[in-house]
């Protein structure tokens, strides 16, 4: 049995368009995924949208207490740009801020350590007007919102997040069109993963001018192996690493980006500027890596982009969302982060697993034993790693509460705690008693 060390941070996660509702309230500008979420396309299954989704935005009191209920002793949640500043630049809207002060005040009254992310993908509307992503002065508008953020509350926030997961903002936001703002363009996609770089470097420079705690970058990791020992399915496998895995991670690290982007993207790929790589790395106090699941790929030339197709694992268990579970590769995945760019202290700053569970609690409970044997097996190879040397320093499970999972809509459920969409009313899955007693016992697994 792993010992997690003392001061190990045991959460949970959500974001701010998953959960909050109410995205116009009290002044708010829209954000990309309110806009998203309208497209007469019906861009998300079943037509969902964010309008109401946990009613957090009104409920957020009773949410710290089932918090504390559970004994969380962090909580990452999102900050939405567009409530503090509704044009996305310029004039603050003391209201939006004030939302999130009380929700910061409150986590601490009841000894909860916030872990805030300032980017989780909801960009107000009116940048996106203005080009969004694809704008160089993006960086800027970033670094400016988050001066706001860091003025108000570092007293009182200790850990921040810059940007969550660059590569599903650039891949399913610009690449392939399944997020919002929904393009699907080769050229701009290379060209949103850099300002994305560039507005994360640009705001941890924000910080250092005056920042008092720790800052970092969310990545999701997604270990990628080769289907077979053949040359061609190892160069896939190198390709698809290159793409998810350190597109992002090789310039805020290492001020280079992986040389089979070029490779991959053809023409679409402009080489970065030596500028635009310094500014990328910058001086992290930690690393945020969130991972559901891995990939087994192969080579196949009409696989876009990457010309590396996944191989179905028919003998796993997979996640309703169609994800593999393997814990193993969770461990693996944490071992490969130090050994490829060495010992920074790392967050798994999301972890978790979406399964069948009904729309309505039946006498007060839900039985999720797939999702307790997610979180068991997870969170043994989080202690296997750390066992294995790897600064592990904390643990958010996505997510607290089933919420909106963007694309796919309120029908994938990865909380611990079940949301009845019709009456808001929340139950503690089985999961939930699970996680409280593994955090009651520092990680030591209950039995069961
Ligand atoms: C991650 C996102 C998070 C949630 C999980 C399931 O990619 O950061 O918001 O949707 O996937």
Redesign the pocket.
């Known amino acids: 049995m792993t010992r997690f060390p003392d001061d190990f941070l045991w959460g949970a996660a959500t ?1 701010a368009y ?1 959960i909050e509702g109410s995205p116009l309230a009290d002044g708010a500008g829209a954000s990309i995924w309110r806009r998203f979420s309208h497209d007469p396309r019906l861009m998300i299954a079943k037509g969902d949208t964010g309008e109401v989704a946990c009613d957090h935005y009104r409920r957020w009191h009773d949410d710290v207490a089932l918090m504390k209920t559970l004994g969380l002793q962090a909580y990452r949640f999102s900050i939405a740009w567009g409530r503090v500043l509704p044009e996305g630049t310029g004039r603050i809207n003391q209201a939006g801020l004030d939302f999130y002060e009380r929700l910061v005040d409150e986590l601490l009254a009841n000894g909860i350590q916030p872990l805030v992310t300032l980017y ?1 993908w909801d960009l107000p509307a009116a940048l996106d007007d203005r080009g969004g992503w694809l704008n160089r002065d993006s960086a800027d508008w970033f670094a400016d919102y988050a001066r706001v953020l860091f003025d108000r509350l570092d007293g009182r926030v200790t850990r921040w997040v810059t940007i ?2 660059p590569w ?1 903002v650039a891949d399913g936001g610009y690449l392939n069109g399944v997020l919002a703002p929904g393009h699907r363009n080769m050229f701009e996609a290379p060209i949103v993963s850099r300002n994305l770089m560039r507005a994360h470097g640009r705001a941890v420079q924000a910080y250092r001018a005056g920042g008092a705690h720790e800052i970092g970058l969310v990545v ?1 990791i997604e270990p990628k192996q080769a289907a077979s020992d053949s040359a061609a399915d190892h160069a896939a496998q190198r390709r698809a690493e290159a793409y998810m895995n350190r597109q992002y991670l090789d310039p805020a690290l290492c001020g280079r980006t992986p040389p089979e982007l070029a490779e991959m993207y053809g023409e679409a790929w402009q080489d970065w500027s030596p500028d635009d790589l310094a500014l990328a790395r910058q001086r992290l106090d930690f690393l945020g890596v ?1 991972y ?1 699941t891995r990939s087994v790929v192969r080579a196949d030339d009409a696989a876009f982009l990457t010309r590396a197709a996944p191989v179905p694992q028919p003998r796993s268990t997979h996640m309703t969302t169609g994800w593999e579970v393997s814990p193993q590769a969770l461990t693996d995945m944490l071992v490969w982060v130090r050994a490829e760019y060495g010992d920074i202290p790392l967050y798994v700053t ?1 972890n ?1 697993a ?1 399964f069948y569970d009904p729309p309505r609690a039946m006498n007060g409970a839900i039985d999720d034993p797939l999702r307790v044997d997610y979180l068991r097996t997870h969170i043994a190879a989080v202690g296997e790693a750390i066992a294995r040397g790897v600064d592990v320093r904390g643990y958010m499970l ?2 607290l509460l089933d919420n909106l ?2 694309t796919l809509g309120y029908a994938q459920r ?1 909380g611990i705690v079940h949301v009845d969409f019709e009456t808001q009313a929340r139950t503690l899955k089985n999961s939930a008693h699970f996680y409280r007693d593994v955090i009651a016992g520092n990680g030591a697994l209950p039995n069961g």
């Open positions: 974001a998953q989780h969550n997961e599903v999701n969130n559901y999301e978790g979406a996505w997510s999972e963007w990865f």
